[in-house]
């Protein structure tokens, strides 16, 4: 049971500016990929390497390169706002879909989608902006789960502590790995002082 909360002084600056709400969806995209690449850094940190002999120039010597392949499972929709930074630093990553929406009245999720790939033997990593209720991630995880997903790690930028506790009562095992650890959920579920709705900053709706 871990919970990991970026400590980056680039982290702080960028979710300083996603928080702001006179940030406009083209700004808030751009610093979605950067608080996005820095918590996949994070959450990849523990990553097996096998041994690679190769020749520099010079002679040959033994590297290290990855040793488990990766899957990154963004949870639509917002969860898409976080998937490109994986796809440019993580050369052969697959991806899976699982579509969640909370219901605006009960907050409770609904499943409208699932695509994922094989997911013996990879590292998991499912990705959502925001944990709320943790109710999306749960859901999320079962059905990786389901699909044979072992190890598996939870990456979002903005957690409130119901939702953490939610998700480690579920899923002990998986780390979360966050970029805010914030105070509270208000009357509607929506994440204090947070930074709204993120799939409706990230595409302007
Ligand atoms: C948001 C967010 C998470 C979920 C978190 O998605 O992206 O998936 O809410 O809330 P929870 O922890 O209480 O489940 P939303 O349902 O608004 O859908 P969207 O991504 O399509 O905007
Ligand atoms: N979903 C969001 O986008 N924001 C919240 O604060 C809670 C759920």
Same mark, same amino acid.
Do not use: W
């Given at each position: 049971?871990?919970?990991? %909360? ?7 600056? +960028? ?137 598996? +790690? ?9 939702? %953490? ?41």
């Amino acid at each position: 049971m871990s919970l990991h %909360v970026l400590s980056h002084p680039l982290g702080a600056h +960028v979710l300083t500016h996603l928080r702001d709400k006179t940030t406009k969806p083209a700004l808030f995209r751009t610093l979605s990929y950067q608080i996005s690449l820095l918590l996949a850094l994070e959450a990849t940190r523990d990553l097996a390497t096998v041994d690679k002999a190769i020749d520099t120039p010079m002679e040959p010597t033994t590297g290290h390169v990855l040793g488990k392949p990766l899957v990154v499972v963004p949870i639509l929709r917002a969860g898409l706002g976080m998937l490109q930074p994986f796809h440019d630093t993580f050369p052969d990553v697959s991806v899976g879909y699982v579509g969640l929406e909370r219901d605006h009245a009960t907050a409770v999720a609904r499943s409208y989608y699932c695509k994922l790939p094989p997911l013996a033997g990879t590292r998991v990593i499912v990705v959502d902006p925001m944990l709320a209720t943790g109710g999306s991630a749960v859901q999320a995880i079962n059905v990786v789960k389901a699909s044979g997903g072992k190890e598996i +790690v939870f990456v979002c930028i903005v957690s409130s502590p119901e939702g %953490v506790a939610v998700l480690q009562a579920a899923h002990p095992e998986v780390p979360i790995h966050t970029g805010a650890l914030d105070r509270e959920l208000n009357g509607r579920k929506y994440i204090l002082p947070g930074l709204g709705d993120f799939g409706d900053r990230l595409y302007g709706t």
